[in-house]
Structures are given as C-alpha cells and as structure tokens.
C-alpha cells in the first residue's frame, strides 16, 4: 500500500542528518540562483531619493526622457564625456525575474512592467481579442520594450532606409546608417571606432524536429535557408540572433545604461512619470521638466543643453501634446495652450498580423508531464540550460514577397511552438495575445487539442503596411491613456496581402516534410466565418478579422521629413520643429515602418542621435570608457 505524500513544512520520513542537510542545500541552491536572476545590483542605482533630499531646482545639461531600446543608449553615449551631466528619467523600475527568462516574454504583459494600452475599436480587426479591442503592450522598465519584446535582431532591408532618404531625409540611407548598426553591435572599441553595447547570440534550438519541418517545406516551395541576413537583404528562412546571453536577455537597459551606471555624471531616476515640458516665453526652448515621483512628489529639473525624448512611439507623442506641441486644433479643443502646430500623433503605423494556429502530430506527440516543468526550471536555475533559456522556434523567422515579384519581402512569419500537454504555456500564450475565451471559447477550443497534439501558433506579418492610425489625448490627465486609431486593413491592398501569406501556409501543409507530421489548421468555430467555405477568400478575410493583432511594432508618431515637408515633426537631425533644444529620438521618427522588427533600428536611430548632439555641440572632450 503506497504512502501518502506528505506536503507541510516537516517530511514524516526519518533522516538522520545527512540528506536533510543536502536536500536544505538544494533548496538554498534554487532560491540563491532565483534571486540572482534580477537582483538590484544588476540594474542602476536609482537616484531619486537623493535628488528628494536636496533643496532647489537641479539643473542637468542633458535629460533624457525613458530608459527603453533608445534612451538607454543615449543616456549611455552622452555621459561619456565627464563634462557633461546627463540624468534620466524612467517611468518604470529594475525589470522582473520574467524579463530576464526568455521563454516567459508574454507572461509581461497584463502586468505593472507594462503600459497596457488598448485600441479603439475597430470593424476590420481584432474582433476575436477581449472587448473586441487590440492590446498594445509597451515596457515601463529599465530597458523599455527592448525588456518586454522577442529580443530577435535584425536591421530590415536595404530598401527600408534608402526609401527614408528619398523622400528627403538626407544622410538615413542604407549606406548612412550601415556604420551605426555595426556600432552598436561592436564586441571591442578602438580609439577611432566605439564599442559596441548589443549582445547577440544564437538562441539554443529547442524543438529541432519542428525546424527541420520548416526548413525542409520551405524549401520544396523554393524558399532558400539563410543562414545571415547580410548586406540589407531579406528573403528567405533564418535563424535570427538574439539579444541574449547565458540564457538571460541583454536589453540595452542592460548594456548601454546598467553596465555604465556607476559613471558620476550619470543619474537614473525610476518610477518617474514626466508630466510635461516647459518652454521659455518665446516657446523656442524647454527650460525645465515636471514630473512625478512614485505618485507621490512632483519635481522640476532644468535643462542646460538638451531634452532628448525617447519615451517611445506612445508616450513621446503624447507628452509632446499635454506639452502644447501638436495639431493645433486638437489641442485648442482641450484648452491646452499651443506652443507649435506640428503633426504630432499622425503617421501611427504598425506591423499588423493574423495569427494562424496548426495541429502537429496528433496522437503521437509525447505529452508534457508535470516533472518536466520541474526539471526545466532547474536546469535553467543550476545549469542555463533547457527550454527556459529560449523561446522554442520564435527565432526562425521568414521574409518572402507573396507576389514573387521582388526581392523586397511583403510578408514576415514568427513560430511559437508548444507541446502536447503544455496546458500553462498555451494559457499565457493566448492571454499575451488576449485572446477572448468568452463569447467564442476561443482558448477552450485551442486547449482541447493541445491534449492530444502539439500546437504552432503562426504569426502571419504584413511587412510593408500601407494603412495609418494615428494617436489623440483623451483628456489633459497625464495618467489617462491616449486615443489610438490603428485605421488596420483602411487600406484594402493589407488585406490582401495577409491572404496570400495565409495561401502560402496552405502550400506548405501540402509539403511532404509537413504532411509527415500530420500537420493540420486549427480552426476555432466562429458563427460569422463559420457562414462560409471553409478556406475560401470569404472564410480567411472573416477570420483575419478575428484574428488580426499587433506584432508589437508601432513607429512613426513624431514623424522625420524635411522641414519643407507639412508632415514633418523632427528634421533628418532629429530636432523638434521651432524648438532649439529638443530632440526625439525613437521609433516615432520613423517616417516608414521597416519591413523587419524594429529594436535593431530604434537601436541604430538612438546611435545616429548622439553623434548629432555631439557635433552640434562640438564634443571634442576626453571620455569615459
């Protein structure tokens, strides 16, 4: 007759000392490494409790607004040179344990390391998300939405840049910002070359059986294998590098910022909310910054030099706003008093996507037991090893042209793989997408066939979207969330797009290296799209509808373009329009969105920024390294 388990604080079996003892050395093994995993000394100290004890305003000569992919880097290069005082002010704190797992990148979101944004409602898109409504996750924490994000690297395409500098953004082609990717990326610096901050490395492949399926359909449809996406080209399959190290993330709140904290003419302040800029009478310049601490005291810091805005594609545009920079009517219609008219909040663009889930060897698959899960969180504790240190097949990633008349891809595909059995894995899965498990029983119908197959969720992404939302105030309280109007599928040509990379996943479960797997669509049971053939035009164009969502891409709110151009927001040097010393840099100046994720171009936009704020304030000063 079996024993019962016995589960409260003392074990009823006899142990005369030793294997107590091992067993108290294991758990204090586990608990130490847990606590190593984010501890507070891995991030920069924060300074706001000193900058409280002090009477008076302080004055810095440059404030960099947000800690994320960008600020970081600016925060970094700037207090590179001693002379110059540089604080930064971040709305969130040191990021969580999960930041730092990459496997656990979508248990994020839903939290209080995240700004929850929600959409306005829409008839094209999203129908199958709670309240009908997408859900823009964005990072309040050191390293931003680079501490939130799939942590995949990849510059985009030739064409990309070469198409901002044509339409009058001198010195952004692909040749121009070539030299600042690599700088980033920059392992050793030399005297007349800086290092780099960028940790990249292959993500360790986890589901082996799955990539070679991928690798060998794509191939029968003559989709070639990349093993490096080199000279601005993009097209074909690849395994994309990652921010990563050891099994943990390397935002560059990591990189850039932590690693150079220590720096005395650097300052961090966390859990600081800017609530707006203040301008000189002639509202030519920003001579100071409110904002709060914790919620709880309001401060002012003057600016000798610079303000550089790089809150990101949300929070810039809409502090600029509260601030009285925007379109003139919307803020006289708030009673905000204007400072300039600029187009601030338009061009809010985004890689849509429809997700597409398949069924993979159903029966056959080997389930996920519950010791597995134990075994995976102390291997990735003890060892960095198993699946915790990566994010399954998320890292094979493919570009095509869905119209096979360009090498310029159209589409972009993601792969998220979970195994039979791994019930909390799809939970957490579904809940970063948010999808709805009220009305349709979306979740439900995907968890009934996780139990007996393994599960692919698909991301379907339109590369090149040629529809454009844009992003108002609500109200003047800085706590409220700003409108967004994604204006997703406004342009039909999306629509059509994303059908034909649904066609292509159809060709590819007609491959042999699928069908031997036993590959299938899941196709939740929807009333609406239910109406009509399954598969036909009808039924696909009904389920993006449902299934369409945000692939965590928004850009272009602050947009770049020549002074000349009424579009404008930032010249090509980043300066804000009528202002003399404000400059935002982020993916809000993004005059286009690349047609390939974009914290390696947010990255190399902050890059860009600097060596425009050096020469035009002649930096020629001894450095720090």
């Avoid at 991301?459 to 108002?472: C, E, H, I, M, Y």
Wanted: net charge neutral.
């Amino acid at each position: 007759m079996s024993q019962p388990i016995h589960t409260g604080g003392q074990c009823a079996a006899q142990s005369v000392g030793p294997f107590n003892s091992m067993v108290s050395a294991l758990i204090q093994a586990l608990l130490a490494a847990q606590c190593a995993i984010s501890p507070p000394e891995l991030w920069p100290p924060d300074y706001a409790d000193a900058l409280l004890s002090r009477r008076g305003e302080q004055g810095y000569d440059f404030v960099v607004v947000g800690a994320g992919s960008a600020g970081s880097v600016l925060a970094s290069r700037l207090s590179e040179n001693p002379a110059w005082r540089v604080l930064v002010l971040e709305a969130g704190g040191d990021p969580p344990q999960e930041s730092e797992i990459p496997s656990l990148l979508f248990s994020l979101e839903h939290t209080n390391v995240t700004w929850n944004y929600l959409t306005e409602h829409s008839e094209k898109a999203c129908w199958g998300l709670v309240d009908r409504r997408c859900y823009w996750p964005r990072g309040k924490m050191i390293g931003g939405s680079g501490g939130l994000n799939g942590m995949l690297y990849v510059r985009g395409h030739r064409a990309d840049y070469d198409s901002w500098a044509q339409a009058g953004n001198q010195g952004w082609g692909w040749d121009d910002v070539l030299p600042y990717f690599e700088r980033s990326v920059r392992p050793i610096g030399s005297a007349t070359h800086a290092q780099g901050y960028v940790t990249l490395n292959a993500f360790p492949v986890n589901d082996p059986d799955i990539e070679q399926m991928i690798y060998a359909g794509t191939a029968e449809l003559g989709i070639p294998r990349v093993h490096r996406f080199t000279d601005g080209s993009e097209s074909g399959f690849s395994n994309l590098p990652g921010t990563i190290q050891n099994g943990r993330r390397m935002s560059t709140g990591k990189g850039y910022l932590a690693s150079v904290a220590r720096r005395p003419n650097l300052q961090v302040i966390k859990n600081a909310r800017v609530t707006k800029l203040n301008f000189d009478d002639t509202g030519s310049r920003v001579r100071s910054v409110s904002f709060t601490i914790r919620d709880e005291r309001q401060m002012r810091v003057s600016v000798g030099k610079e303000l550089v805005l790089s809150a990101g594609v949300i929070e810039s545009p809409k502090l600029l706003m509260l601030s009285g920079v925007g379109p003139a009517q919307h803020l006289r219609q708030l009673n905000i008093p204007l400072v300039r008219d600029l187009p601030v909040g338009d061009n809010l663009n985004d890689h849509v996507q429809v997700v597409t889930f398949f069924k993979i060897n159903e029966h056959f698959a080997r389930p996920l037991r519950a010791e597995d899960a134990l075994d995976n969180t102390y291997n990735y504790l003890i060892h960095r090893r198993g699946p915790l240190n990566s994010h399954g097949t998320a890292s094979l990633t493919g570009f095509i042209n869905t119209l096979s008349n360009s090498p310029y891809p159209d589409v972009e595909f993601h792969h998220f793989m979970l195994r039979r059995g791994d019930f909390a894995g799809l939970k957490t899965f579904l809940n970063g997408l948010n999808i709805d498990d009220s009305t349709y029983r979306i979740q439900a119908q995907i968890r009934q066939v996780i139990a007996v197959a393994d599960v692919m969720g698909m991301f379907n992404v339109l590369a090149t979207p040629k529809s454009s939302g844009n992003l108002r105030l609500h109200s003047t309280d800085y706590k409220q969330p700003p409108k967004l109007t994604h204006n997703y599928f406004s342009v039909p040509e999306d629509l059509a797009t994303l059908l034909r990379a649904i066609r292509f996943q159809e060709r590819l479960l007609g491959t042999a290296a699928y069908r031997a797997l036993n590959v299938s669509f899941i196709l939740p049971s929807i009333p609406e799209c239910t109406a009509y053939v399954l598969q036909s035009d009808d039924y696909w164009l009904c389920y993006i509808k449902y299934f369409s969502c945000t692939t965590y891409h928004q850009s272009g709110t602050v947009k770049m373009a020549p002074e000349s151009d009424k579009t404008s927001c930032v010249n090509p040097r980043l300066r804000l329009g009528g202002i003399d010393n404000v400059r935002v840099a982020d993916a809000s100046i993004m005059p286009i969105i690349p047609s390939a994720n974009t914290n390696a171009a947010t990255i190399m936009i902050a890059e860009k920024a600097v060596d425009f704020i050096r020469q035009d304030w002649q930096d020629v000063g001894v450095h720090w390294h």
